[in-house]
């Protein structure tokens, strides 16, 4: 009788074999960073994007504003108290960098959630904090968006970041804080009026326990700072901050803040 092919996978030596094996390949060497378009890990960054990413100088521990050495707290912050106890952000928001979180936020690329989590998270672990947050209990909490800009956006691109970068550091998420308040752009709107505008934008389930809020820009604080504020008032004990950039704050604008100061000028410690 004569024998019949096998039908079994180890015997299957036809074309197929090879290609597959070519495409499997072609996929694992098919991965490209985001910033440069160099092959590069699944779902990251390059190393050297990566590495220039990360490469910054001290800021102060409120604000990220440059200072001398880590852990100082700017001229500005001490004139004023925060409703954070610690800040945490990656770069600046400008050049690449900007232009990824664009990307990610308004072009609605969600493959980039995973890569500049990872970076935010790499920012904390490289600062220190990681192992304390964990052994302090800290939860991760997003910032919340308006339901009507969420429903035109079709997503919350803190909550995508915040979600990556809780599982990555170990801690819990949860989502307490809510958006009541659709507001309007701040970046047009004095300090004053940017105060007013977020003062009761938002609210929060009773809570406990050390909170890390995260976002993805750090602009004008206004909006951070009521929610950071609406968190303690549900009973947080402590509120920390994590973005992926901050807007440089101008020369200009830093004369019209020490002005303001001398001058006694309500909501002078807004930025």
Known sequence: MKDQPSSSPQSFHSPWRGLYRAVRAWRLLDHRCAACGLPAPSR??????????????????????????????????????????????VQDYQGPWAELIRRFKYQAQLSLAPPLAALLARQLKGEGAA???????WQVTAMPMHWRRRQTRGFNQAA????????????????PLYRHQDTPALEDLTRAERRRAVRYAFGCELVSGRWLLVDDVFTTGASVTAAA???????????????????????????NWMRAVFDGTPGAEDH
């Open 160 to 175: 995508e970041l915040a979600r990556l970068v809780a599982l990555d550091l170990g801690l819990g998420y949860r989502q």
């Open 229 to 255: 504020e609406a968190l303690k008032r549900s009973g947080a004990r402590e509120v920390a901050l994590a973005t992926l950039a901050r807007t440089p704050i101008s020369a200009d604008s830093h004369h």
């Open 131 to 137: 192992d304390s947050l964990q052994q302090e209990g």
């Open 44 to 89: 990251r960054f390059c190393a050297g994007c990566s590495n220039d990413f990360l490469d910054r100088g001290p800021g102060c521990r409120l604000c990220g504003t440059p200072v001398h050495r880590a852990g100082m707290i700017c001229g500005r912050c001490l004139a004023t108290t925060r409703a954070w106890s610690q800040y945490w952000f």
